[in-house]
């Protein structure tokens, strides 16, 4: 073989080889070896790892792998046949455990994608949630606010402070560049601008409420964008900027349709302001969904603002014309009350100075009477007596309904004897009734009581004007009076269904009937009888006297006994029949050795003189004071005539048997002089009976009388029969007080 110089490649020689795989094999079992202990820290620590097992057949995959490697390295040189089994033997189970962990890797990788895609999921739901949270933020923001708009609106109730504050809020919250408020005209067919953000004092510009811009508005309860070029968008003076974008937005103008307020018309509830808002200019800002909502809730609590400013307001002038009607009502209750005080003053000076010229005609006039008299003088001075005593019966007539009707006259309960009463009147009407010839008879039913509780004095003065009137008004035939206890069928009486007595055991109505032939009344007439100072205009009842008052007095002392009263007749001289209803109680226990002595009206019966009666008279009139002597002069009496107290109390004597005293003199304590006269006599048969007399006709003289211990009252005018039945009274019971 011929030798060439060609250079053959250098390969290493087999022990070389043999070297570097031995070297390798080495490394590749190290790095093996170490991958499970890797795994085993990563299991250790990851606690939620869900494929341990996995990663636990894995690191025996890698073992045997490395197991392998490892023996491998004694396959470099001579070895026995056991090293071979070894290496065989590692080499399965090598085999089968990378077997099974792939077939295991085919169905991990699906979870894995799963898991994967979850993680997607997740992070889109993430991203989701970060932009729901930051709606809530955007929301709390706007709620909040909403709020602060709220309490700015909402601390004043002035109409013109609630739209400003609004404007002032809005555009500060918002950043705006111009807001403004567009109000109804007082038409109702325009809008005008009424209040803008930056102009102080913004120009009247009006707008037709039918534009179509403005109809889009009000159709809607939501913010709506419009033209910034609308009219009532122009807000600020055009410009080399973009404008930017406008919203408007109605105002409800709520519960208007009940008030006038000021110069605001009279709206109905579809009525609605415009409130138009505008962005900077020339900015890419545009609206926000929670800027808008914040607008259409400002505007809900604009209107609800402006709803109980109105109510206020017209609250407000209610309350000023109630404090204007009180102030006047106020005003006229004092003038009322100053009024009364002043009638009731006049009517208490009235009625003693006209009581004191009476007390000097009617005693001189029946002083007179006792005298020897021609048949013309005895008419004449029985006339001037007759006309005395209806002036007197006037006097007291006047004053009785003055109480009546302010309300000041209250009924004087006590207990009395019923048949009395009747016999008192039926004594005092006989003498005029015998004068025209009238029979006059007195019927009383067997179960009426012969006790009742009342006031007696008014009853009777009832039951003697309706006699009186029938005397009266008759010239012939006769009277009839009946009494009897009203059963429940005859309470009733259908021209007064007001009147609704009611029965029980501690009460009982007295119905009294007056009968006469007399001249009748028109039936037409009757409802004109209890009118006070109307008199029937008939025929037969002019000329007859009287003043017109006496039933109309009648009819409220009955009102005032909780009864009712009516007259019925069928016509002119058919005569009449006036009946009266009257409610008087039941005493529980009658012992008439017990009742209060009461006086009745005088009579000619019982001593005619008292001679030698030491009397004291003190009266600062001279001539009350000498009408009063000449009466007691006339009985017999001792007189002594005082007209002052220090004069009075330097003189009275226990000679003295009675002291009159007059306690209606200005400059003369009465009541003081009669407790002095108290402490003077120590003894009480000693000291004289003291009497008062008086005009006043009210109560509270004889309460006055009673508590400074007098121990009489009597009413002026005094005659001659008057005094003597007094004198006669108080010397036997030693106590007198007339009836008020």
């Known amino acids: 073989m011929e030798s060439c110089n060609c250079i053959e490649p250098q390969w290493p020689p087999d022990d070389l080889l043999m070297k570097y795989q031995y070297i390798s094999d080495f490394f590749i079992a190290l790095a093996y070896f170490s991958i499970p202990l890797e795994l085993i820290y990563f299991v250790k620590k990851s606690a939620v790892f869900p494929y341990r097992w996995v990663l636990v057949q894995f690191g025996a995959f890698i073992v045997l792998c490395g197991a392998t490697h490892l023996i491998n390295l004694w396959t470099f040189?001579?070895?026995?046949?056991?090293?071979?089994?070894?290496?065989?033997?590692?080499?399965?189970?090598?085999?089968?455990?990378?077997?099974?962990?792939?077939l295991m890797l085919v169905h991990i990788i699906p979870d894995l994608l799963s898991v994967k895609t979850r993680e997607l999921f997740l992070k889109n739901k993430a991203a989701e949630l970060d932009r729901e949270m930051g709606l809530i933020r955007t929301q709390e923001e706007t709620g909040r606010h909403v709020r602060m708009l709220t309490h700015e609106i909402r601390s004043t109730l002035d109409r013109h402070t609630i739209l400003k504050t609004t404007l002032v809020e809005l555009g500060r919250t918002l950043a705006l560049e111009e807001c403004a408020l567009w109000m109804p005209t007082r038409t109702g067919l325009e809008l005008q601008l009424s209040y803008t953000l930056r102009q102080q004092n913004p120009v009247g510009y009006t707008v037709p409420i039918h534009h179509p811009v403005i109809n889009q508005v009000f159709s809607s309860n939501r913010a709506v964008k419009i033209s910034p070029n609308c009219p009532v968008a122009r807000l600020r003076p055009a410009g080399k900027y973009m404008p930017g974008e406008v919203v408007a937005v109605r105002v409800p103008l709520l519960h208007l349709s009940n008030f006038h307020i000021n110069d605001w018309p009279e709206l109905s509830t579809k009525r609605y302001a415009l409130m138009v808002l505008m962005l900077p200019s020339d900015s890419a800002r545009q609206w926000h969904v929670h800027e808008l909502e914040l607008v259409e809730v400002v505007a809900d609590q604009v209107a609800v603002a402006l709803s109980h400013a109105a109510i206020l307001e017209e609250s407000m002038r209610a309350r000023d014309l109630l404090m204007d009607q009180n102030v006047a009502l106020d005003l006229?209750?004092?003038?009322?009350?100053?009024?009364?005080?002043?009638?009731?003053?006049?009517?208490?000076?009235?009625?003693?100075?006209?009581?004191?010229?009476?007390?000097?005609?009617?005693?001189?006039?029946?002083?007179?009477?006792?005298?020897?008299?021609?048949?013309?003088?005895?008419?004449?001075?029985?006339?001037?007596?007759?006309s005395s005593n209806l002036l007197a019966t006037l006097i007291n007539d006047v004053l009785d309904l003055s109480r009546l009707e302010d309300g000041s006259l209250q009924l004087d309960l006590g207990t009395f004897n019923l048949y009395a009463v009747f016999r008192?009147?039926?004594?005092?009407?006989?003498?005029?009734?015998?004068?025209?010839?009238?029979?006059?008879?007195?019927?009383?039913?067997?179960?009426?009581?012969?006790?009742?509780?009342g006031d007696e004095k008014r009853l009777m003065q009832t039951i003697l004007n309706i006699v009186g009137n029938a005397v009266k008004f008759s010239k012939e035939g006769s009277i009839s009076i009946t009494a009897f206890v009203a059963k429940l069928d005859t309470l009733r009486d259908s021209k007064a269904p007001e009147f609704l007595p009611v029965l029980s055991d501690n009460h009982f109505y007295l119905r009294v009937q007056v009968k006469d032939s007399g001249s009748g009344i028109n039936p037409l007439d009757i409802p004109k009888l209890f009118t006070k100072f109307a008199q029937n205009q008939s025929t037969g009842t002019r000329n007859s006297g009287g003043s017109g008052l006496g039933l109309a007095i009648c009819k409220r002392f009955v009102n005032l006994m909780e009864g009712h009263i009516w007259i019925e007749s069928e016509g002119l001289g058919k005569g009449c029949t006036a009946i009266l209803i009257v409610k008087l109680g039941m005493p529980e226990r009658v012992n008439e050795s017990k009742l209060p002595y009461m006086p009745k009206m005088p009579t000619n019966h019982g001593q005619t003189a008292f001679p030698g009666l030491k009397v004291l008279v003190m009266d600062e009139n001279g001539v009350s004071r000498m009408v009063t002597k000449g009466l007691l002069l006339h009985l017999g009496c001792d007189v002594t005539m005082v007209g002052s107290s220090d004069e009075c109390l330097r003189l009275v004597s226990h000679e003295h048997k009675v002291v009159f005293m007059d306690i209606c003199v200005p400059c003369i304590d009465s009541y003081g002089i009669t407790i002095r006269i108290h402490e003077k006599f120590t003894k009480r048969h000693e000291r004289p009976l003291l009497v008062a007399l008086t005009g006043n006709t009210d109560k509270v003289t004889k309460e006055n009388c009673m508590r400074a211990g007098m121990d009489g009252l009597i009413l002026k005018p005094v005659s001659l029969d008057k005094m003597r039945s007094v004198l006669t009274d108080l010397l036997e019971h030693r106590v007198f007080f007339e009836a008020i």
């Open 77 to 102: 040189t001579v070895h026995s046949r056991t090293v071979a089994s070894v290496m065989t033997t590692a080499k399965v189970l090598t085999a089968a455990v990378s077997c099974i962990t792939a």
């Open 332 to 386: 006229a209750r004092r003038e009322a009350e100053t009024a009364i005080r002043a009638r009731n003053d006049f009517l208490a000076v009235m009625n003693h100075e006209m009581r004191t010229p009476m007390h000097a005609i009617i005693a001189l006039s029946s002083l007179l009477q006792e005298t020897e008299l021609t048949p013309e003088q005895r008419l004449m001075v029985e006339t001037v007596l007759k």
């Open 424 to 453: 008192e009147v039926l004594n005092l009407i006989k003498p005029i009734a015998s004068v025209k010839k009238l029979h006059v008879s007195l019927n009383l039913a067997p179960d009426l009581p012969e006790y009742a509780v």
